[in-house]
């Protein structure tokens, strides 16, 4: 029997860049490992200080139904009026203990050998997830080398269909399979491989995403207001298609082209949410520059736009392209479980609306844009996808601001 791989494009040339990394991805998030892998580990040959230093490195993981161990991260002080403190942002982004700071490499790989590590730390940032003989692939944008080749290739996002001869591998347990459960509980998921098709196919038609993810919001309620049962998500094949034969009609993108970006009220709402997302955090990215404390600044806004635009000139697709990969994040990985279709809909057109205004904020200030993109992108994604409890909250403001229909996902995409 033949087994395929769907993948963006970009999948097969994605290497992790290791010690020239700034956004290292063992900072600040819980690797797990198994018992397997720990005593694996507990079977190399190395000096004292290195046993010392695995045995104060593991911890059994308290999560009710978790037989596995987590990493403790090591805490770094930062220093304040001359003191060196603990802070919030310290706890935030403990290190792994086996992060070599001087050289970003982990010493585990490099003194042993990759053989050594958890199936955690060799699979980030790649995503399986398995139906049949289809095994979906792709690259969380949490890491700064995807959003890299995302920025540098035209076709990077296109989704292409290639023979899996290498399937075994992926038997453990890091491939995502639906439970039964979990597709009672999201109908949706049964039919995840057309969703996927849908909507790739869709945003990748035009390079600009703002157009396409409206279009893209016309289907999402629709799937919203006719499934509710598992036996109604037989019905998904056929919206999507009728929805795929409307959107080639010109008069339907055209009705979408002429909404006018209401871009005071759309900072208004976006800012409010970048608020509910990092609270009053301001080291990811500080986009207070562009208001004056209630209002937008409109110059600022629009120059840092146009900044963004002419650093990115020739490459239109940027943002698209970064977009398509935050819904395969999103549609792939996390099982639709927060909410309806439409609101987990609504929840990434909210993320690509936030880092729209993040590429403004950051073309009014800096002086390296591209690179300050990346950095930014994939800080984003590392809270989005790693942390459901911050997407549920900005799905509740959302609903507590009343945008609930695709006419007011325009209102914040466009
Ligand atoms: S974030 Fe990406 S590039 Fe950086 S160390 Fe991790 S896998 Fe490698």
Redesign the pocket.
């Known amino acids: 029997m033949d087994y395929y791989y769907k993948q963006p494009r970009y999948f097969s040339k994605f290497r ?3 010690g ?7 900072d600040g998030w819980t690797i797990t490992w198994t018992q397997e892998e720990l005593d694996r580990l507990n079977t190399i040959d190395c000096p004292e200080e290195f046993r010392d230093l695995i045995e104060r490195s593991f911890s059994k993981n308290t999560k009710p139904g978790s037989d596995n161990y987590v990493v403790n991260l090591v805490n770094e002080f930062y220093a304040q009026n001359g003191e060196l403190v603990l802070d919030e942002r310290a706890l935030a982004e403990g290190k792994c203990p086996f992060h070599d700071n001087e050289t ?1 490499l982990c010493l585990i790989q490099k003194n042993y050998g990759e053989k050594y590590l958890g199936s955690v730390c060799t699979q ?2 790649r995503r399986y997830y398995n139906r049949d003989q289809i095994y979906i692939r792709s690259c969380s944008t ?5 959003v890299d080749i995302l920025l540098k290739n035209k076709d990077a996002a296109e989704m292409e269909t290639v023979i899996a001869r290498d399937v075994q591998k992926l038997s453990g347990k890091s491939t995502v399979r639906d439970t039964v459960e979990a597709v009672e509980k999201s109908p949706y998921i049964k039919k995840r491989l057309e969703i996927i098709d849908f909507y790739t196919e869709l945003f990748n038609k035009f390079d600009n995403i703002e157009d396409s993810i409206v279009l893209g919001a016309l289907a999402a309620k629709k799937i919203t207001d006719t499934v509710k049962t598992i036996n109604d998500a037989d019905n998904i094949p056929s919206i999507l298609n009728s929805y795929k034969k409307q959107f080639s009609a010109d008069s339907i993108l055209d009705s979408i082209k002429g909404i006018e970006s209401n871009y005071k009220l759309k900072f208004l709402i976006i800012n409010n949410l970048v608020y509910q997302y990092f609270g009053t955090r301001k080291d990811y990215i500080d986009i207070s520059m562009l208001h004056d404390g209630e209002q937008l600044i409109p110059e600022r806004y629009l120059e840092g736009k146009a900044k963004f635009a002419k650093a990115f000139e020739g490459r239109e697709y940027a943002l698209r392209n970064v977009a398509i990969n935050m819904f395969l994040d999103i549609f792939v990985q996390l099982n639709m479980t927060q909410g309806s279709f439409f609101e987990t809909y609504s929840v990434f057109t909210a993320f690509v609306a936030v880092l729209q205004v993040f590429a403004c904020a950051i073309g009014y200030e800096s002086d390296d844009v591209e690179k300050k993109f990346i950095k930014i992108t ?1 800080m984003l994604n590392r809270g989005m996808s790693h942390n459901k409890e911050r997407a549920d909250k900005v799905l509740e403001k959302m609903k507590e601001l009343g945008l609930t229909t695709p006419a007011h996902l325009a209102l914040i995409i466009k």
């Open positions: 992790c860049i290791g020239e990394c700034t956004e290292s991805c063992c970003g980030y940032p949490s890491c700064p080398a995807v994939a």
